[in-house]
């Protein structure tokens, strides 16, 4: 994981005794817990995962069998403008910026890396509409990159289950990155987001019925 270069700032208290336990949990309830995106090369995660900011896996996956029929890899796509993408686009949201993002970045691709997704972090973080977090998904998911990528579901979780105070989501994948093995912290992402989905929601988490009831500090929650 490329940590943050400032300094890391100190975990809540019980921390480093909690973390086991929400990786156990965890382990227990999504021992299969993976992207729901599809996709079928790196190319297309990456697409989907630009795509996939403030808009559910589920619009996204709607969305992508027929701008991948069109566009089938980063040569095909690097042809095509914003206002061509657009309509195979248009339920997701933020469209407009989003196909503007892709065809740039599917320009770049060719124009610096032969049309392929490079296996290098620096390199997907410069890409137009991606960043840490799109990075971090794609790095981890095509290629075995050991990250942490923090979206709102990991973030929240991360404060909820005190695990960080932080709402920086570097400082957060720093927080976890320190508190989990790496080899777990691909693992550790994906669960998190099935738990946020499931069972500690943003609105009304189902505390009752977690599993995590026990030891979780609910910071932030009302009683």
Same mark, same amino acid.
């Given at each position: 994981?490329?940590? /943050?270069?400032? !300094?890391?700032?100190?975990? *809540?208290?019980?921390?480093?005794?909690?973390? /086991?336990?929400?990786?156990?949990?965890?382990?227990?309830?999504?021992?299969?817990?993976?992207?729901?995106?599809?996709?079928?090369? *790196?190319?297309?995660?990456?697409?989907? +995962?630009?795509?996939?900011?403030?808009? &559910?896996?589920? !619009?996204?996956?709607?969305? &992508?069998?027929?701008l991948f029929a069109?566009?089938?890899?980063?040569?095909?796509?690097?042809?095509? +403008?914003?206002?061509?993408?657009? *309509?195979?686009?248009?339920?997701?949201?933020?469209?407009?910026?989003? %196909?503007?993002?892709? %065809?740039?970045?599917?320009?770049?691709?060719v124009e610096r890396? #032969? #049309?392929?997704? *490079?296996?290098?972090?620096?390199?997907?973080?410069?890409?137009? #509409?991606?960043?840490?977090?799109?990075?971090?998904?794609?790095? !981890?998911?095509?290629?075995?990159?050991?990250?942490?990528?923090?979206? +709102?579901?990991?973030?929240?979780?991360?404060?909820?289950?005190g695990l960080s105070?932080?709402?920086?989501?570097?400082?957060?994948?720093?927080?976890?990155?320190?508190?989990?093995?790496?080899?777990?912290?691909?693992?550790?992402?994906?669960?998190?987001?099935?738990?946020?989905?499931?069972?500690?929601?943003?609105?009304?988490?189902?505390?009752?019925?977690?599993?995590?009831?026990?030891?979780?500090?609910?910071? #932030?929650?009302?009683?």
């Open positions: 994981m490329s940590v /943050p270069p400032d !300094s890391p700032s100190p975990l *809540p208290d019980g921390a480093q005794n909690r973390a /086991p336990l929400v990786l156990a949990v965890l382990e227990t309830l999504y021992p299969d817990a993976r992207t729901e995106l599809v996709f079928r090369s *790196p190319f297309e995660l990456l697409v989907a +995962t630009v795509l996939s900011a403030q808009a &559910t896996d589920v !619009s996204v996956n709607a969305a &992508t069998p027929a069109r566009y089938p890899d980063a040569h095909a796509m690097s042809t095509a +403008t914003p206002e061509d993408i657009e *309509p195979l686009i248009r339920a997701i949201g933020l469209y407009r910026g989003k %196909a503007r993002s892709l %065809a740039a970045l599917a320009r770049l691709l890396h #032969g #049309g392929e997704v *490079p296996n290098d972090f620096a390199a997907v973080v410069a890409l137009p #509409g991606a960043g840490r977090k799109t990075a971090n998904v794609v790095l !981890s998911n095509a290629y075995g990159y050991p990250a942490i990528a923090v979206d +709102t579901h990991v973030g929240r979780l991360a404060r909820r289950l105070v932080q709402t920086n989501p570097d400082r957060v994948e720093a927080d976890l990155g320190r508190l989990f093995p790496e080899g777990r912290w691909v693992f550790l992402h994906h669960a998190l987001i099935f738990h946020g989905r499931r069972v500690c929601v943003a609105r009304r988490p189902r505390c009752p019925a977690c599993e995590m009831v026990g030891f979780c500090p609910r910071v #932030g929650v009302e009683a």
